[in-house]
């Protein structure tokens, strides 16, 4: 299986201020179809995942565009350029280049 | 809009079954498939399997085979998910979602999911 490797467990942030999520992928997440498999969710506190970002880069519908993906093959991050408080919650990267789909461990975001 | 309602919360003693259900609506039914996911209590997301919308088509995580059984009624656009053999480690929310990839094989992605549906194995 691809092992997801989220970095830090926990991040607290002040409100206007950035925050960055890391996530490593155990192999490359590069399809030869040329897409990148890799996916954010966020779950605010006692509600269902949702979708973030798909393909590393592209905003899905509604989410902000403080929001954003980068990175390519194995090494990806999630950054919000200026944090508020409707962010807080857990981040959760995802691959679904190979079977079984598997996801970080979560990024747990708080205000200061 | 696209809305996912599973059923409501169980509890089972280990050994049993449990089968939770997602009623979809908002969107052709069959022109997606359905991925479950469950979460144990404060721990990550865990991805069992995914069932096609509109074939008997499923992929299933290998830790599941042979206990998992997901399972689709085009007639009233609802998903289903039977597990077995319950053990006290199977206590965790269950979500279903649906996955926008068209795939079979790769590449699923999930948008929106169920409010989840929490499962608890005591005796």
């Known amino acids: 299986d691809i092992v997801m490797t989220q970095t830090p467990l926990s991040l607290s942030v002040t409100p206007g201020q950035p925050a960055s999520i890391s996530c490593k992928s155990s192999?490359?997440?590069?399809?030869?179809?040329?897409?990148?498999?890799l996916y954010w969710y966020m779950q605010k506190p006692g509600q269902s995942p949702q979708l973030l970002i798909y393909?590393?880069?592209n905003r899905f519908s509604g989410v902000p565009d403080r929001v954003s993906g980068s990175g390519s093959g194995t090494d990806f991050t999630l950054t919000i350029s200026r944090v508020e408080t409707d962010d807080v919650g857990v981040y959760y990267c995802?691959?679904?280049?190979?079977?079984?789909?598997?996801f970080g461990g979560g990024t747990k975001v708080e205000i200061k | 809009q696209v809305q996912l309602v599973q059923s409501g919360t169980e509890v089972k003693k280990p050994g049993a079954s449990v089968k939770v259900s997602c009623k979809t609506s908002?969107?052709?039914?069959?022109?997606?498939?359905i991925s479950w996911v469950r979460q144990a209590p404060g721990q990550g997301l865990e991805w069992m399997g995914w069932?096609?919308?509109?074939?008997?088509?499923?992929q299933y995580a290998k830790k599941f085979q042979g206990r998992l059984t997901m399972t689709t009624d085009t007639s009233t656009s609802t998903a289903s998910m039977e597990l077995r053999s319950l053990r006290s480690d199977d206590t965790a929310v269950y979500y279903c979602?649906?996955?926008?990839?068209?795939?079979?094989?790769?590449?699923?992605?999930?948008?929106?999911w169920g409010q989840g549906t929490l499962v608890t194995v005591s005796s």
């Open positions: 995802m691959q679904s280049i190979q079977l079984p789909v598997t």
């Open positions: 979602a649906r996955d926008l990839s068209g795939s079979y094989f790769f590449g699923f992605w999930f948008d929106p």
């Open positions: 069932t096609s919308g509109y074939s008997s088509h499923t």
């Open positions: 393909e590393v880069s």
């Open positions: 908002g969107y052709i039914f069959k022109n997606y498939a």
């Open positions: 192999q490359s997440l590069l399809q030869s179809d040329g897409k990148t498999y």
